[in-house]
Structures are given as structure tokens and as C-alpha cells.
């Protein structure tokens, strides 16, 4: 009689965590896989996929000289926490996320204008990959409208 009664408390031990069990679980994929990092309030554009992008591949910081056609992507990494530092010149950004990307585990992120502001980074650019440093410079270009 002992061991059948032992037997129901353990079944009954079981269905009843069995629930709990099933919650936890549920509660742990739902935040993991389905639950976005992205707050309502932000609308989905190219600026704000990068910057969610840099955020989820534990970016802290961007290197910039601030420019028309990278300021989607600045105001959007601002917001969702991103330091966003600015320089006085496109190869002393790719120089400091050298430097960063040297002292930490992850890649530095310089983000410089279109056109000469690219043009800018090319010395910084190959000093980085001499020393084979993970680098990601960010350039923007001329909205499509206003191509001619």
C-alpha cells in the first residue's frame, strides 16, 4: 500500500509542475526567438535595421563625421542606446574604431558621407586592414529621387 500511495504522490507531483513547467518554457522561447528588440514607437526603415543590426552584434559605439546621408542611421542608434561619437575628420573615425576594434572582442563601426567623406577614410581604411583589425565603415549615398 506504501509504495502505490509513494507512486501517486509522484504523479501527482509531476502533473501538477507539469503546467509550471510548460509556462517557464513558453515564457523562455517567447522571449528568445519571438519577442523583437525594436519598441512600437520606432518605424522600420534602412536606418534603424542597421542600427538594431550593430545593437544585436554588440556594437557600442559609432565613430562618425555627421553627414545628411548617414543621419537616419545615427538618430536611430541613438535611440535604442548606441553612443554615437562624433569627429572632426572621416579618417579619425575609422582610426578610433580601429582602435576599438583592437582593445575589444568586437568590430569597430565608422560610419562617414558619401562621396570625398568616403574618400577620406582610404589611409585609415588600409592601416586597418595591415593589421587585420574587424573593421565596418558605414558610407551613405544620395537618395534615389534625387539621382538625375
Same mark, same amino acid.
Given at each position: 500500500?506504501?509504495?502505490? +500511495? #509513494?507512486?501517486?504522490?509522484? @504523479?501527482?507531483? &509531476? ?11 513558453? +515564457?523562455?522561447?517567447? =522571449?528568445?526567438?519571438? =519577442? ?15 542600427? =538594431?543590426?550593430? *545593437?544585436?552584434?554588440?556594437? #557600442? ?13 545615427? @538618430?536611430?542608434?541613438? *535611440?535604442?542606446?548606441?553612443? &554615437?561619437?562624433?569627429? #572632426?575628420? =572621416? ?17 569597430? @563601426?565608422?560610419? @562617414? ?12 581604411? *588600409? ?8 573593421? &565596418? ?9 534625387? #539621382?538625375?
Amino acid at each position: 500500500f506504501s509504495y502505490l +500511495r #509513494r507512486m501517486w504522490i509522484c @504523479v501527482l507531483g &509531476v502533473l501538477a509542475l507539469f503546467p509550471v513547467l510548460w509556462l517557464l518554457r513558453r +515564457r523562455w522561447i517567447h =522571449e528568445r526567438f519571438l =519577442e523583437h528588440s525594436r519598441p512600437p514607437s520606432l518605424p522600420v526603415s534602412g536606418g534603424s535595421l542597421v542600427a =538594431e543590426t550593430l *545593437k544585436a552584434h554588440g556594437v #557600442r559605439q559609432i565613430f562618425t563625421l555627421c553627414g545628411g546621408h548617414i543621419s537616419p542611421m545615427l @538618430v536611430n542608434a541613438k *535611440k535604442i542606446g548606441i553612443r &554615437v561619437v562624433d569627429v #572632426r575628420h =572621416e579618417a579619425s573615425a575609422v582610426f578610433a574604431a580601429d582602435a576599438v576594434s583592437r582593445l575589444t572582442a568586437v568590430p569597430g @563601426v565608422a560610419a @562617414v558621407t558619401a562621396g570625398p567623406g568616403l574618400a577620406n577614410t582610404l589611409t585609415a581604411v *588600409k592601416n586597418a586592414q595591415c593589421a587585420q583589425s574587424p573593421l &565596418v565603415l558605414l558610407t551613405g549615398t544620395a537618395p534615389t529621387v534625387l #539621382r538625375g
